[in-house]
């Protein structure tokens, strides 16, 4: 497609249920980035995707988040058992990969998650 | 660990003012700065980035930015305020993961554009 694009947009769910957001990351970048905006922290890096592989996790608030990318393409964040601290907007942004200097990173419109 | 302060959390201009956000960061190496401007219900989208050479990077929309080595700032500027412009702008620094970039963001600045 034409840019990173991010579902669903929005989503409601009760403390405690499991979510899962999707990135659909720009065809042919290799890099995979997942980012989290709330008013409390602001913006913060969660988790990097080169390929399939996920060279830095550090990011990760808890054990209750995981992604995953598969076929060098398509991401999911998990966040199990969610908590109501959870609620933000989760930006997913991708790239090329790194040449003699850093590739912009294009970002998608983001998924607004309220937990109840 | 590397660092972004935007001090100013709300700014109001007048249309056709002149602009200038601030940026200030803390970074142990030469760093990479970008300015993303992020509108209502939109993802980021990049203004411009400095990595190095000419220290006056020109970007989008009539945006530009001066990097200022012995004050660790990059501030954005804009001659002329359109009232397209009001949004929220976020300074960052990139640091070098892999064969990737991470940001660190600053905690932006939203612009107020009064008529």
């Known amino acids: 497609g034409a840019g990173v694009s991010q579902s669903p947009s929005n989503k409601v769910t009760e403390k405690g249920k499991d979510v899962e957001l999707r990135c659909d990351p720009i065809?042919?970048?290799?890099?995979l980035y997942w980012y989290r905006q709330s008013l409390g922290q602001g913006l913060e890096f969660l988790i990097y995707f080169q390929g399939n592989s996920a060279p830095d996790k550090s990011g990760l608030p808890s054990d209750r988040f995981s992604a995953e990318r598969t076929g060098g393409s398509v991401s999911t964040l998990t966040i199990q058992r969610t908590q109501q601290e959870d609620s933000a907007v989760y930006l997913c942004?991708?790239?090329?990969?790194?040449?003699?200097?850093?590739?912009?990173?294009?970002f998608g419109p983001g998924t607004r998650l309220l937990v109840l | 660990a590397q660092s972004v302060t935007q001090p100013d959390i709300h700014i109001t201009v007048s249309e056709g003012a002149s602009l200038e956000l601030r940026c200030n960061y803390s970074y142990g190496a030469t760093p990479y700065l970008f300015w993303y401007v992020q509108s209502p219900g939109q993802g980021l989208q990049l203004l411009l980035k400095y990595f190095s050479g000419d220290t006056l990077v020109q970007g989008i929309k009539g945006f530009e930015a001066e990097f200022k080595r012995s004050q660790s700032s990059f501030n954005l500027r804009k001659p002329s305020v359109h009232w397209s412009d009001a949004a929220e702008y976020f300074c960052a620094v990139g640091l070098r993961t892999g064969t990737a970039s991470k940001l660190t963001f600053g905690t932006g600045t939203r612009l107020q554009v009064t008529l």
């Open positions: 942004a991708s790239s090329l990969a790194w040449g003699t200097a850093p590739s912009t990173q294009y």
């Open positions: 065809s042919g970048h290799t890099a």
